[in-house]
C-alpha cells in the first residue's frame, strides 16, 4: 500500500509531538506541541490520536509479507494513508512510542492514562483513539477501562497486517475507530475495541488468534455491535459491565509488579518463592479448569502468604467461565 506522504500540505489540524523521556519523573511534562494549528471544519467531531506502534505502523519488504515486518510508521503516516479521515474529524495526533506492543510497559501506560483523562476533560474533543499493537492491546485497554474517567469514547484500534500487505487491514481500522470516536453513539459504553468491522468491550475483548483477521472476541459476553458501510451499529443501549470499578492514577506514578504463574501439570511449586523474590508485590495464579492448582503448588502458595501476607489471587488459564476462589489454611 503506497502512503499518500503527498496530501502532507493540507493536514491542517494533525499536531504532531515527539517524546522526550519516559521516566516516571516526568509523567505529565512528557511531549510538547510541536505546531497547533485550527481544525479545518468547524462541524466535524474533534478527534486525537495517541500512537503506540504495532503492526498498524509497520511495513514488510514485499506486499505479501505478513511477519517478520518492522514497526516504524508515525503517526502522521497512519494519518496520510486515509486521507478520507479528513472528512470525518478533524485530527490531533501524538506519538507516545513507537514499539511493539509486547514493549509496553507500565511508564507508557500510565502517561496514556494521564494524557486521555486530560484530553477529554476538554470540552472541545468529542473522543480519543489509541493506536495499538494487537499482542497486548486488549491489556492497555483493560488498564484504560480501569482508569479513564469519562463518558466520551476511548477506542484502541490496531491491526493484524502490515501497512504494506495486500488488503491491509490497519486503515480501514483506523477509520472505522475515528468515526467511532467522533460519534454520539460512542457515548457511555467505556473504552472500546475496534477490528475487522467489531466493536468490542474492553472489559470482555480479548485476542482468540495469533495470525487471523477475526482475532479479537468476547465470546461469553459478545460483542457491542457492528461497522455497516463504515457506520457503527450497536446491538445494546449504553451500560456499564457489572464489576467495573475506575481507579483514579491522576497522582499515581508507577504501579506494583504483579506476577502471573500459569499453570501446567507438575508445576514447579518454588515459582511462588521465585517471583516473590524477585519483587512482586502480589501473584495471580492462571489455575488449570476453575482456578485450580497441585496440592504441592497449593501448599507452597499457602505457606508463602502465611509467611509474607503477599496477596495471591485464584484465576483460570482457559480465559473465559468463573473461577472459583479456594480457602485454605485462611488464604482466600
Known amino acids: 500500500m503506497k502512503l499518500c506522504t503527498q496530501l502532507l ?3 491542517t489540524p494533525l499536531v504532531l509531538a515527539s517524546p522526550i523521556d519516559l521516566s516516571r519523573s516526568t509523567l505529565h511534562k512528557i511531549f510538547i506541541r510541536q505546531d497547533i494549528q485550527t481544525p479545518i471544519n468547524a462541524s466535524l467531531p474533534n478527534v ?15 506486499n505479501t509479507q505478513t511477519t517478520g515486518y518492522s514497526i516504524g510508521l508515525g503517526v502522521q503516516q497512519l494519518v496520510d494513508a486515509v486521507p478520507d479521515l479528513l472528512n470525518i474529524s478533524n485530527i490531533v495526533g501524538y506519538q507516545v512510542s513507537n514499539v511493539g506492543s509486547g514493549s509496553i510497559n507500565e511508564t507508557i501506560s500510565l502517561n496514556l492514562a494521564h494524557m486521555i483523562n486530560e484530553e477529554l476533560a476538554k470540552e472541545e474533543i468529542a473522543g480519543v483513539v489509541v493506536t ?16 479513564v474517567n469519562s463518558s466520551k469514547p476511548v477506542i484502541v484500534v490496531g491491526a493484524m497486517r502490515p501497512a504494506t500487505a495486500l488488503s491491509a487491514d490497519g486503515p480501514l481500522n483506523l477509520f472505522q475507530a475515528v468515526t467511532l470516536a467522533g460519534s454520539p453513539a460512542g457515548r457511555d459504553r467505556g473504552t472500546m475495541i475496534v477490528l475487522n468491522d467489531r466493536i468490542g468491550s474492553a472489559f470482555y475483548t480479548t485476542k482468540n488468534n495469533a495470525n487471523t483477521l477475526d482475532t479479537f472476541f468476547s465470546t461469553e459476553a459478545g460483542q457491542l455491535g457492528v461497522f455497516i458501510n463504515q457506520v457503527p451499529f450497536f446491538f445494546f443501549a449504553p451500560s456499564s459491565p457489572v464489576g467495573r470499578v475506575v481507579f483514579d492514577v491522576s497522582n499515581t506514578t508507577d504501579l506494583a509488579q504483579v506476577d ?16 516473590y523474590t524477585a519483587g512482586a508485590k502480589s501473584i495471580v495464579y492462571a489455575g488449570v479448569g476453575a482456578g485450580g492448582m497441585s496440592d504441592k503448588a497449593n501448599l507452597a502458595a499457602v505457606e508463602l502468604y502465611n509467611a509474607t501476607g503477599v496477596p495471591i489471587v485464584a484465576s483460570n488459564r482457559k480465559g473465559e467461565g468463573f473461577t472459583t476462589a479456594w480457602v485454605d489454611d485462611g488464604m482466600e
Open 9 to 11: 500540505p493540507i493536514l
Open 260 to 275: 502471573i504463574l500459569y499453570s501446567h501439570q507438575d508445576i514447579d511449586p518454588a515459582l511462588f518463592n521465585a517471583s
Open 48 to 62: 486525537t490520536i495517541f500512537a503506540t506502534g504495532g503492526t498498524i505502523a509497520s511495513q514488510g519488504t514485499t
Open 132 to 147: 495499538h499493537g494487537t499482542d497486548t492491546l486488549e491489556e492497555t485497554a483493560f488498564f484504560l477501562e480501569s482508569t
